[in-house]
């Protein structure tokens, strides 16, 4: 996953592409504490070395087995807005 992720993100910088051309949303479904490292790191990790952030991503034990609009709307633009993606609240 981190290589296609990252094959993306440099074909978007190489044309130049608008930040919020392409975002891809993690959403995770279970408690698999590997799994949400895993996201996490991707998440955190991938735009560090200065390329776009494109990737974001929402563990399941947030929704506390509600879904708000809140929630759907970080689902849905967390990972092409930046301030979306940088709330926190939820």
């Known amino acids: 996953v981190e290589n296609v992720v990252l094959g993306f ?3 978007l910088d190489d044309c130049q592409a608008p930040l919020n051309q392409l975002g891809i949303q993690f959403v995770q479904v279970g ?8 996201l996490k790191r ?3 990790t991938l735009s560090q070395d200065g390329t776009r952030d494109i990737v974001d991503t929402f563990p399941f034990d947030k929704l506390n087995g509600d879904i708000s609009a809140d929630h759907i709307i970080k689902i ?3 990972s092409v807005h930046k301030r ?3 709330y926190n609240r939820l």
């Not at 698999?32 to 895993?38: F, L, Q, V």
């Open 42 to 44: 991707l998440d955190d």
């Open 9 to 11: 993100m440099s074909r």
């Open 31 to 38: 408690d698999d504490e590997g799994a949400r490292a895993e």
């Open 76 to 78: 849905l633009l967390g």
């Open 84 to 86: 979306i993606d940088n």
